[in-house]
């Protein structure tokens, strides 16, 4: 027998690191303050008596059983298996005898918890339920696992709702009567160290009631697009269209004063083979291969099966639409579908719907032929893992985009690269209809749209979205979350010291739970912090004129939260409750429903005058998509989209200011939420991004703000932009010349990433040039080929946008010059006959008569940084003596604030060493007064005989500096 062992576990303050443990006796506070103290299923376990069970391992697992009143859900005790070891296998719990189960169930639910848990890295661990039937047919139920070692039921559907379908390995019919066998635990440390513990409480094997649903909020209401043509690409140019029938085919025809585009259908296969396109004498399919799959029986059926036995049962030309009926039969089945087609500006537009409930997929097929054509990466247009591309071949661009805003399918996805006969490319994937819990199908209903133009930004897709109400009002605001909690903000107040301005704060989970309370749908604050100390801090952050936000986030939950219940959870289609992304998924309507009221709670409690929206715009609707066929839209990722840009708007409301979201798909919610991470997706990064900026710029930037490139680590891999820990690090060069180019506005550094100076640097440097460009659209891009800027159509032909030397005009005369280049090549730039030379993660900034901001070498000087702006001016010689301007400085880095009536104020920045500004520069900013007062000596700094303003070392971040008083004025 192996000695008891006592789990410790190493407190953290946020969630990267090892969870903390219960305290003796505790119970989930959450369960408690509801009073949830009975399971409302019927238990057939409920571990308190574990005389006669068991426990058998594999793998050299070492493990105790005992019966324990130190971590519980229900009742007085659970039970505790202690790893004592980090040996892998399967740990299998056994009571006496098999227990007999009652015959009418489908469904099973226990509660689980472990520790220690460390967040993405594990242990991993997996629950299986044991079943053996009345002639020893032993079967293998499969339950999710549980989260960062808080307690969490685990749920599963063992039949579907349908009572046909069975959930379980093998997936045979059980003979009754049934027993329970065995809890299975399959057991991997990953790099933990032991002991493990696992608790389990409560296990319970019934028949679910399944009742109706009600939501206070009606799907009419969810939010609609702002053009009827919603994402129909935008042209430059008035193009004209036309049908034209020629013989047994139709021509549909997109002509403007530069290119003529021919969309061919001939309507003999009812299948997207019918449609070719015709564009400067080259004709390809741009969906070869494309069309309906059905499902038949236990059969799928593609487009290209040669069984398929297809009629063409009508057809209509009337008020430009070409409107084609069709019948498919294979051996004894029938369906029965619909393609619609037109045509709007470039764009042929393909109305797909079935009528008999028996297509599960559209698929858009490959392009072809198009001989050496490539496709390319939009950064910002992504489906997550697997993004669409734009197909560039000799002067066409090519895209195919089914509408998000009209489709009825499960989920989209997407493809690329080439088939496997090298013959077609791909460009996207296509639409899949899941069944539902009833064993239905939807029928299908799909908007397609292929554009073909020569300019590559017409095939982008528009976003009829609403613009963001706040992009004035924040233009100026750097943003950034806290770890920590309310009382790690010391260095905040630093930054204020500093000069920083219109910082958005918000803070992360950590500062809503210690470690055992769920994760999200919370409206208090952590415990061990208190709703007091969290409004008393955000109080002091506004009254810095900053921006206070807690954590939210609605679409998530755990058993232990006090809003838990099935019902309110989406269903896959075998009925489980999904749970992905370590809490079970909401259902749509369920979470717009919570939120109208926890949200003004939420408010009212802390005072915040923005919010943060965790989860909601980062990851795809159609992951994990309700297929419940109780639920309105039942199968249909769309209401998750609606549902989510609703929450962001009604969260506008609540909060009484912007939201911002956790980014990854932010182009489809770009103006329901006023700000997201500018995160381009794990799979992206710096490294593998093409760093063509237009979609961005052209679609997202008009309607919301995009932070930084996300924060560091969403950009690099997590440690490589590390060191040097200063501001001269290339990597955080890099990371604001990028958010530059994108139009985003600033990430705030955190000082122990980069030390103070580059936490101020983050700010100063990026601050006075996103105000030119936040809300103000963009009226050229171009890339540097090595000789000129040349557009981005011409960049993508001829492989020059791989330079990553980025040109931007916005239409208020800005200009920005960008070098993401990643092999080190310098860019040279002349502006009012001054010349720049721009290295690899510099930029320049440029608006007549307005603003100068830069990061390169000019004047004579090696790299340096300078703003010029009617707000301020930063100068950093990277530690060398230079002079700009009317402005030397001997060491370090400077902000000379020239935006207040009447002063001045130098923002003494560390290292910071022998400040000097000129009598002109001084009469410049306003203070006239000072060039009567030569070879005077003031508080913190002195007037030589020709009025130079000099200061040496301050003993203060902060001196300003006034025309109307003798003498300086610190201030902290």
């Known amino acids: 027998m192996h000695h008891h062992h006592v789990v410790k576990i190493v407190v953290s303050c946020f969630l990267m690191f090892v969870q903390p443990g219960w305290v003796h006796g505790n119970r989930p506070s959450e369960m408690t303050e509801v009073r949830r103290d009975v399971s409302p299923y019927p ?71 472990y520790v220690p848990y460390k967040y993405c890295v594990g242990p991993n661990i997996k629950f299986y339920i044991v079943l053996e039937d009345n002639q020893a047919q032993t079967y293998r139920v499969d339950l999710e696992c549980g989260y960062f070692g808080v307690w969490e039921i685990l749920n599963t559907r063992i039949i579907a709702p349908d009572g046909k379908r069975l959930n379980y390995e093998p997936p045979a019919k059980m003979v009754q009567p049934v027993r329970f066998r065995s809890i299975d635990i399959e057991f991997a440390p990953a790099n933990l160290q032991p002991p493990f513990t696992i608790y389990l409480d409560s296990l319970s094997i019934f028949k679910e009631e399944l ?28 193009v004209n269209n036309k049908i034209q029938q020629i013989e047994n085919y139709y021509e549909l025809i997109c002509e403007d004063d530069e290119a003529k585009i021919v969309y061919r259908i001939l309507p003999e296969k ?79 537009i393909i109305d797909i719907s079935t009528e008999n409930n028996n297509g599960i997929e559209v698929v858009l097929g490959s392009a072809k032929p198009l001989p050496g054509a490539k496709s390319i990466q939009v950064p910002y247009l992504r489906f997550e893992d697997t993004s ?15 509408d998000w805003w009209s489709s009825d399918s499960t989920m989209l996805y997407a493809k690329n690269g080439f088939t496997e006969d090298g013959q077609g490319i791909f460009c996207n994937g296509g639409a899949q209809y899941f069944p539902l819990t009833n064993g239905n ?35 100026c605001s750097s943003w950034r979350w806290l770890y920590g909690g309310p009382r790690k903000i010391d260095w905040v107040r630093q930054l204020h010291d500093y000069g920083v301005e219109n910082f958005m704060v918000r803070f992360h989970a950590d500062g809503m739970r210690d470690g055992n309370e769920s994760y999200s749908l919370r409206e208090y604050s952590a415990p061990s912090i208190g709703d007091k100390l969290f409004r008393e801090v955000g109080q002091e952050l506004k009254d810095m004129g900053y921006g206070f936000a807690v954590y939210s986030s609605y679409i998530g939950i755990e058993g232990i939260n006090k809003n838990f219940d099935l019902d309110i959870l989406n269903r896959d289609m075998l009925g489980n409750t999904t749970a992905k992304f370590l809490r079970y998924r909401v259902k749509p309507l369920a979470f717009v429903d919570i939120h109208s009221e926890m949200a003004p709670r939420i408010h009212k409690l802390f005072g915040t005058n923005f919010s943060y929206l965790d989860v909601h715009a980062a990851r795809a609707p159609w992951r994990d998509t309700d297929c419940d066929s109780r639920s309105p839209m039942p199968g249909m990722f769309r209401l998750d989209f609606l549902a989510n840009a609703q929450v962001m708007l009604n969260d506008r409301i609540a909060h009484e200011g912007p939201v911002w979201s956790e980014g990854g798909m932010q182009f489809l919610y770009a103006g329901f939420v006023d700000a997201t991470y500018g995160y381009m997706g ?137 070098n993401l280049n990643h092999d080190n090549l310098d860019w040279k730039i002349e502006i009012n006959n001054s010349a720049y030379v721009i290295p690899s993660g510099g930029f320049v900034a440029f608006k007549q008569n307005d603003l100068l901001a830069y990061s390169a070498k000019t004047n004579g000087y090696e790299r340096h940084e300078y703003v010029r702006s009617p707000a301020y001016i930063y100068l950093d010689g990277r530690d060398k003596p230079i002079a700009i301007e009317g402005i030397k400085l001997a060491k370090g880095a400077c902000a000379i604030k020239t935006g207040c009536k009447d002063k001045f104020i130098v923002c003494a920045l560390p290292d910071f060493e022998k400040l000097a500004i000129s009598p002109a520069l001084i009469k410049q900013i306003g203070c006239v007064s000072l060039e009567t007062k030569r070879s005077r000596t003031f508080n913190n700094f002195k007037i030589d005989e020709n009025g130079w303003l000099n200061i040496d070392k301050p003993n203060s971040p902060k001196i300003i500096i006034s025309s109307n008083n003798d003498s300086s004025v610190t201030n902290n």
């Not at 557009?791 to 931007?808: E, G, H, N, W």
Request: glycine share 6%.
């Open 43 to 113: 238990e057939l376990v409920n571990f308190e008596n574990l005389d006669g069970w068991k426990l058998e391992t594999t793998g050299g697992i070492d493990a105790d059983l005992s019966k324990t009143d130190e971590s519980i859900v229900y009742g007085t005790h659970s039970a505790k298996i202690v790893v004592n070891n980090s040996s892998s296998g399967k740990i299998s719990l056994l009571p006496p005898e098999p227990i007999a189960i009652a015959s009418d169930f489908d469904t099973v639910n226990m509660w689980t918890r």
């Open 211 to 238: 009742k109706p649903l009600k939501y206070k909020y009606s799907i009419d209401n969810l939010p609609k697009p702002t053009t009827m043509d919603t994402i129909l690409p935008i042209t430059k140019k008035t």
């Open 270 to 348: 009812g299948t997207l083979n019918d449609v070719k396109a015709e564009y400067a004498g080259k004709e390809f399919w741009p969906c070869y291969d494309g069309g309906i799959v059905f499902k038949f029986g236990d059969e799928i059926i593609r487009p290209e099966n040669s069984q398929l036995q297809v009629e063409n049962t009508s057809i209509h030309l009337k008020d430009n639409l070409l409107d084609t009926h069709w019948k498919l039969r294979y051996k004894d089945y029938a369906a029965e579908y619909r393609l619609i087609y037109q045509v709007k500006k470039k764009s042929l």
């Open 388 to 402: 669409p591309q734009i197909i560039s071949y000799k002067d066409l661009f090519l895209s195919c985009f089914l």
């Open 441 to 475: 199908y939807n029928n299908i209903k799909e908007r397609l749209f292929i554009t073909i133009s020569r300019d590559f930004q017409e095939v982008l897709p528009n976003i009829p979205n609403p613009k963001s109400p706040y992009l004035d009002k924040y233009k």
């Open 682 to 818: 794990h799979e992206t990064r710096w490294d593998k991004s093409t760093d063509i900026v237009d979609f961005d710029l052209l679609r997202l930037h008009p309607r919301m703000i995009s932070i930084g490139m996300g924060d560091l680590p969403m950009y690099y891999k997590k440690t490589q932009f590390r060191e040097p820990r200063n501001r001269f690090n290339p990597w955080l060069d890099r990371f604001i010349a990028a958010t530059i180019a994108y139009g985003h506005a600033a990430w705030q550094v955190y000082p122990a990433d980069f030390e103070l100076g580059g936490a101020l640097k983050s700010y100063f440097l990026t601050n006075a040039v996103q105000s030119c460009y936040i809300g103000v659209d963009v009226e050229e891009i171009g890339y540097f080929d090595g000789s000129k800027i040349v557009d981005t159509s011409k960049a993508i032909q001829t492989d020059a946008y791989l330079r990553r030397q980025i040109y931007v005009r916005y239409k208020n005369g800005l200009q920005i010059w960008s």
